[in-house]
C-alpha cells in the first residue's frame, strides 16, 4: 500500500489583477506555441502527451521566478523539506491544453540535462466563465513506501499553483474543451526550481 508525498495547492496565488494579465499574455500569443514533445529523443508522442508549449515568457518570466521563489520558504515547509543548494537558472514552460489534451503519469526529474529538478510549481490560468472540464493534476502515491493513501486530484483553478516534488509520479488528466476555442484552454506555467 502506497503513500503520498506532501503537496500543496494554493489557491489565489497571485493579485487578480496580474493573473489576468499573465492569462491575456497566454491568450493571446498563440504563435509562441508548439506542440510538446516528450522523452530523452524529445520526440511528438500523442500517446503519452498532447499540448502546446512555450519557453518565451517575455517579460513575465521574471515576474513569476520572483513570485515563486519568494514563496520557497513556504514550499520548503510545505513539502517537509531541507533547504537545498538552488542552481540560479529557473526553468519555466508555458503551456496550453486545449480539447483531448493530457499528460500520462510521469515524473519531471529526467536523467541528463532536466536531472536537476527538485521542486514543480504549476501555475494555472483559464478564463471566465470557465470553458473546459477535466484537466485536474492527478498526483500518485508513491509505491515504494508503505501507507493506505489513495491518489488525489487537483482542480486547475484560475490563479490557483500546485507544488509537489519533481520525483513524484502525477497526471495531467485529459481535458474537453467543446469550444475549441484557444482562449477557453486550460493554461498553465510549469516553474521547476533546480538544484545546482
Ligand atoms: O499542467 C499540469 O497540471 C502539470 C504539467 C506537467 O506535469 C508537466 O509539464 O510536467
Ligand atoms: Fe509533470
Known amino acids: 500500500m502506497p503513500r503520498l508525498f506532501p ?5 489565489n496565488f ?3 489583477d496580474l493573473s489576468q494579465q499573465l492569462l491575456a499574455y497566454a491568450v493571446n500569443n498563440k504563435d509562441i506555441y508548439t506542440h510538446s514533445l516528450v522523452g530523452k529523443e524529445n520526440k511528438i508522442n500523442e500517446k503519452v502527451r498532447i499540448s502546446h508549449v512555450s519557453r518565451e515568457l517575455g517579460p513575465w518570466e521574471k515576474v513569476i521566478q520572483e513570485k515563486v521563489e519568494a514563496f520557497y520558504p513556504q514550499i520548503r515547509q510545505g513539502l517537509g523539506m531541507a533547504d537545498f543548494n538552488k542552481r540560479k537558472n529557473f526553468e519555466i514552460e508555458l503551456a496550453a491544453h486545449g480539447d483531448g489534451a493530457f ?3 510521469h515524473i519531471d526529474m529526467r536523467l541528463g540535462e532536466t536531472g536537476d529538478r527538485v521542486i514543480s510549481a504549476v501555475y494555472y490560468l483559464h478564463g471566465t466563465p470557465k470553458n473546459f472540464a477535466g484537466g485536474g493534476l492527478k498526483i500518485y502515491p508513491m509505491e515504494i513506501f508503505p501507507g493506505d493513501d489513495q491518489p488525489v486530484v487537483l482542480e486547475p483553478t484560475h490563479n490557483s499553483l500546485a507544488v509537489f516534488q519533481s520525483y513524484v509520479h502525477h497526471e495531467v488528466l485529459p481535458v474537453s474543451c467543446p ?3 484557444f482562449q477557453d484552454y ?10 545546482a
Request: proline share 4%; charged share 30%.
Open 14 to 16: 497571485l493579485d487578480e
Open 186 to 195: 486550460r493554461f498553465a506555467i510549469n516553474c521547476w526550481i533546480h538544484k
Open 179 to 181: 469550444s475549441g476555442e
Open 103 to 105: 499528460f500520462k503519469p
Open 7 to 11: 503537496y500543496m495547492h494554493v489557491e
